[in-house]
């Protein structure tokens, strides 16, 4: 069996992280979400992996290289082109328009592959979905959970029978209009033939044109149904309420790295923490490598600060998630934020940015921000102030 990736998404939902990162590579306890798909294949002795690549491509491709540190081989397909001026530009497929890229190119998918978006945690046992696939005689297979029926417009809806073959699939329908409560994972199962049926001419949709098109066709094209941990990570929000849910324990097989040095609060290596004049950290807190925090901060989880932070005294960090290098002035609280670069977003995704030359543009807002990127040849962190206006 082999495995295709898809990360060639520009993730547009989940900025500002992807400005700078492509949706795989976003962090969880310090880790790409994709290198935990990667971990998941190796276990099951899946060590063929093609991943498409187009936004920010080269991120990816530096971090995972031939995936030889996880025990497998990956290869990449970028999807684009190179212009007159030598610059290079991404152009997206489509899911199922990057699979036909593939094959085209060199016939990779000459067997039962498992095809999964790069942008989720997942637990699913492989080895039960491709036995009961190739029970069935399945020429594709979905793997769905069911999801609340307020949530169905967040996902493709899979509409099968008894026996579970897919009879319709709906594209992100309306709530009263949704035939089912069936989501699609973004986990599927093809033998070579579905290939076959995607054109090789113009970007192809594996949710709204690759599956409608084998329903209609009556092929064997089955879902199933089943229940295993899965996370997605499909807006901002959603990657807030993951790494709560995460350092609280509540998601199976992730656990929080460094040395837990007290009930609740674990830490990187070389971190300073002055206990000094009240400091209060409740957990679940990590802080990571080189993480300073001084006397008199209070934090309060669940709370991941990234390597290199600073929280100065009196500073206040309540449910937030703090990149590399943020540095928290004192008397500032910071209430369930993510901080990246210079962009805070609340946990209802708004989003807010101030330039290093603009200092003014917070000036009539309630809470004001005035955040400076870390310049490249000196020890200064990135500023987050908070203010009252």
Known sequence: MKAMILAAGKGTRVRPLTYELPKPMIPILGKPVMAYLVEHLARYGITEIMVNVAHLHEKIEEYFGEGHQYGVQIGYSFEGHTNDEGEIVPEPLGSAGGIKKIQEFGGFFDETTIVLCGDALIDLDIKSALYEHRRKGALATVITREVPWDKVSSYGVVVSDEDGRVREFQEKPAQDAAKSNCASTGIYIFEPEVIDLIPSDRPFDIGSELFPLLAERG?????????????????????????????MGEVAN????????????????????????????????YLGSGARIDAGAHIVGPTWIGHGSHICSGAKVVRSVLFEYTRVLPDVTLNELIVFKDYSVDRAGEMKQLSQN?????????????????????NEYLHLEQKKA
């Open 219 to 247: 092929l064997p094209f089955y879902s199933q149904t089943r229940k295993f941990n899965w996370t997605d990570i499909g807006s901002v929000k959603d990657y807030w309420e993951v790494l709560q849910s995460v350092l």
């Open 254 to 285: 992730m656990a929080v790295p460094g040395i837990q040095v007290q009930d609740g609060l674990w830490v990187g290596l070389n971190t300073s923490i002055d206990w000094g004049d009240g400091t209060i950290i409740e957990g679940p807190v």
């Open 358 to 378: 603009d200092t003014d543009g917070w000036a009539n807002a309630r809470d004001r921000r005035a955040i400076r990127r870390r310049p490249e040849n000196d």
